[in-house]
């Protein structure tokens, strides 16, 4: 599959969790709902990995991927769900925004990666400007508990250190391999941490919203999104796959005003229209410059 392909089904699918996270844990305990999430991904990883024929290599260095890789699965996941109950869909997409800060800083000390040129530093300024217009409401009307946000931004910092720590890792895998690899070895912990945080079903509290959103982050976001994950990670340096997180408040946003009531305004607009400008510059302003220069 294209990096370009991979990387459109990654930012609509990351525009659609947030969404999905917060109607996954209306009848659903947190804990019980990533599980569930989980469960319905690694099933059907199974199928898809049995009648592809695919490797999945089981050496050090393969385990070393699966684990850094769920770093970001549990860690990101199990948090952000214990949020979603008081904090809104459209501020969920907005702290990942931070995701790109937090991983080109972990990718200097990490990686060795170049430091943020002058004019990539504006762009990120004025993204995160653009990300504060298109949640201006949101963050002024929404009673969001502290400790939500708190959770929210541990839940960044463990999806930015896993994106960045994959890269340490040199071997030569099938993106499929990776995301089966990493569900087998992360589901177990999502199992633990249900029956410690809750243990319970209560069937009877269950809706059907609840269960589809389910159905579809396991499939989508866990399989399918992961999946398209590591294949740009694979061919992308980890900074730029985290900027495709400037991308999805917008679109996040506005799915929550379309199907879940929530408001839309003309900060929306005004921030989309920044971030888009924003991730233009960072992307080509380096490579403008030299060949205005060179003229």
């Given at each position: 599959?294209?990096?370009k392909?991979?990387?459109f089904?990654?930012?609509?699918?990351?525009?659609?969790?947030p969404?999905g996270i917060?109607?996954?844990?209306?009848?659903?305990?947190?804990?019980?709902?990533?599980l569930m999430?989980?469960?319905?991904?690694?099933?059907?990883g199974?199928l898809v990995?049995?009648?592809?024929?695919?490797r999945v290599?089981?050496s050090?260095?393969?385990?070393?991927?699966?684990?850094y890789?769920?770093?970001?699965?549990?860690?990101g996941?199990?948090?952000?769900?214990?949020?979603?109950?008081t904090?809104?869909?459209?501020?969920?997409?907005?702290?990942?925004?931070l995701a790109?800060?937090?991983?080109?800083?972990?990718?200097?000390q990490?990686?060795?990666?170049?430091?943020?040129?002058?004019?990539?530093?504006i762009a990120?300024?004025?993204?995160?400007?653009g990300?504060?217009?298109?949640?201006?409401?949101?963050?002024?009307?929404?009673?969001?508990q502290?400790?939500?946000?708190v959770?929210?931004?541990?839940a960044?910092?463990?999806?930015?250190?896993?994106g960045?720590?994959?890269?340490r890792?040199?071997?030569?895998?099938?993106?499929?391999?990776?995301?089966?690899?990493?569900l087998?070895?992360?589901?177990?912990?999502?199992?633990i941490?249900w029956?410690?945080?809750?243990?319970?079903?209560?069937?009877?509290?269950?809706?059907?919203?609840?269960?589809?959103?389910?159905?579809?982050?396991?499939?989508?976001?866990?399989?399918?999104?992961?999946?398209?994950?590591?294949?740009v990670?694979?061919?992308?340096?980890?900074?730029?796959?985290?900027?495709?997180t400037?991308?999805?408040?917008?679109?996040?946003?506005?799915?929550?005003?379309?199907?879940?009531?929530?408001p839309?305004?003309k900060?929306?607009?005004?921030g989309a229209?920044i971030?888009?400008?924003s991730?233009g510059f960072?992307?080509?302003?380096?490579?403008?410059?030299?060949?205005?220069?060179?003229r």
């Amino acid at each position: 599959m294209p990096v370009k392909v991979s990387y459109f089904l990654m930012v609509l699918i990351w525009s659609t969790t947030p969404l999905g996270i917060v109607w996954s844990s209306e009848s659903v305990s947190p804990s019980l709902a990533v599980l569930m999430r989980m469960l319905v991904g690694l099933f059907i990883g199974a199928l898809v990995v049995a009648v592809t024929n695919v490797r999945v290599p089981w050496s050090k260095q393969a385990c070393l991927l699966y684990a850094y890789s769920s770093i970001g699965i549990f860690g990101g996941m199990l948090l952000s769900y214990m949020a979603a109950r008081t904090v809104p869909s459209g501020i969920i997409s907005l702290m990942f925004g931070l995701a790109p800060i937090l991983s080109g800083l972990l990718a200097q000390q990490l990686l060795n990666e170049p430091k943020f040129s002058l004019i990539k530093l504006i762009a990120l300024a004025s993204a995160l400007v653009g990300l504060y217009f298109v949640s201006y409401n949101q963050v002024q009307n929404s009673q969001t508990q502290g400790l939500g946000l708190v959770y929210l931004f541990m839940a960044v910092c463990f999806f930015s250190l896993s994106g960045v720590m994959i890269k340490r890792v040199r071997i030569a895998i099938h993106p499929m391999a990776t995301t089966f690899g990493a569900l087998v070895f992360v589901t177990p912990l999502f199992f633990i941490a249900w029956w410690v945080l809750d243990g319970e079903l209560n069937i009877q509290n269950w809706n059907l919203r609840s269960l589809w959103a389910i159905g579809y982050l396991g499939l989508f976001g866990s399989l399918i999104g992961a999946l398209a994950y590591f294949h740009v990670l694979q061919n992308l340096n980890a900074s730029t796959v985290a900027l495709t997180t400037l991308i999805t408040p917008s679109f996040a946003i506005g799915l929550g005003a379309w199907l879940n009531n929530e408001p839309l305004s003309k900060e929306l607009i005004i921030g989309a229209a920044i971030i888009v400008i924003s991730l233009g510059f960072f992307q080509f302003g380096d490579k403008y410059l030299k060949t205005k220069s060179k003229r």
